[in-house]
């Protein structure tokens, strides 16, 4: 018989950080949920969305947000600025990967893009660096 109260955790760490919009309910297949944004989600109380953090530190600059939001079609250019920031955060990375290594992290954001947002690309920079240490 399956265990329904703990997330389905894959053997490779990378595998299992998840994004999720915070405006969605909260499940026990996120494992721990952590806030990757800079301001606090408008009109969401903390017992709602249910963190086990709240990463602040990680999140893209004021500067390079501001950057991207006023033309939008400079995606490209934001995932490799964002990127460099995220090099220069080696211990808020360490911190999220070490998550991982022991279950599901989910990376939770509020941007309304769905498609095109900083969590994204986190979670494919957090994976590809699990992955890198595996290999090593």
Known sequence: MADLSRP??????AERIRVKRIYRAARVSDGRRILV???WPRGISKDRARLIAWERGIAPSDGLRRWYHEDLDRWE???DRYRCELDAAPELVGK???????????????AKNEDRNH??????YLSQRLRTEGRA
């Open 8 to 13: 389905n955790v894959s053997d490779d760490p």
């Open 37 to 39: 944004d800079r301001l």
């Open 119 to 124: 969590a994204l690309v986190l979670r494919d």
């Open 96 to 110: 999220i990967t070490g998550y991982a290594r022991d279950g599901v992290v989910t990376l939770i954001y509020a």
């Open 77 to 79: 250019a934001f995932k």
